[in-house]
């Protein structure tokens, strides 16, 4: 059976002029004309969310001549997707970026997370797209803070009572300073990436704690602290 219709058998052929192939697209300090995934390097970044939009997914890729060689996946809002961020690590690395765009990465936010950062690879879009050489391998770390934690920001807040910082970059938050107004001007953090660390290095725990709780802002001028999980 013909591929064709019978309308296109019976037309005549008319040459194709242009024959100067995809247009060239930025990829670690050169321009590179991309005919198969093999072509295909950097790194980025990929957020995706689910369904009911209840839990989101950051995904960090370095791939190199089209293959996956090392994957950051961060996820938040949804406890199942922590133990999905697990699987779709042990799924990505090694395999070719159209292979993962096309596997079951367990959670919606993840597939997503891969569908957004394949586009941003495969259009030069990349962190690296005028990096010589890209990136080395171990450099989706670079992301994270001490101790190798996600970079966090909870907040909560009402009309009623207002806001409540609860975490932040700089970590865990202990009480916030008010001034006379009642608005926040300050807040006191524990960084958890840093006490954990000194903790596995053999630190005492107490000491370990108390050498990283930190102030910032003018707390120290505060006329009132409240404890943003309590009061």
């Known amino acids: 059976m013909s591929m064709f219709t019978e309308d296109v058998e019976n037309m005549c052929v008319v040459a194709k002029g242009p024959k100067h192939g995809p247009a060239p697209i930025p990829e670690e300090g050169r321009w590179v ?19 009911p939009q209840q839990g989101m997914c950051k995904l960090t890729l370095n791939v190199k001549k089209g293959i996956i060689e090392e994957a950051l996946v961060e996820t938040s809002g949804c406890s199942g997707m922590t133990h999905s961020a697990a699987m779709a ?66 907040i909560f807040a009402t009309n009623a009572k207002g806001v409540r910082y609860l975490e932040m970059a700089e970590g865990y938050i202990l009480s916030l300073g008010l001034d006379e107004d009642n608005e926040i001007i300050g807040y006191k953090f524990v960084h958890l990436g ?19 709780v930190k102030s910032y802002g003018r707390y120290d001028s505060a006329v009132k602290y409240i404890d943003p999980r309590e009061e």
């Open 89 to 154: 690590a042990e799924i990505l690395q090694g395999k070719t970026i159209l292979e993962a765009l096309n596997t079951d990465l367990v959670c919606d936010a993840i597939n997503v997370a891969m569908r957004e950062i394949f586009l941003q690879l495969v259009y030069g879009r990349t962190q690296t797209a005028f990096s010589e050489d890209g990136l080395p391998i171990g450099s989706t770390l670079d992301d994270l803070g001490k101790g190798l934690r996600s970079q966090v920001g909870t």
């Open 33 to 51: 004309k991309a005919y198969d995934v093999t072509d295909i390097s950097g790194l980025s970044h990929g957020i995706g969310w689910c369904a």
């Open 194 to 212: 840093k006490m954990m660390e000194a903790i596995r290095h053999g630190k005492d725990p107490k000491e370990a704690y108390e050498a990283n």
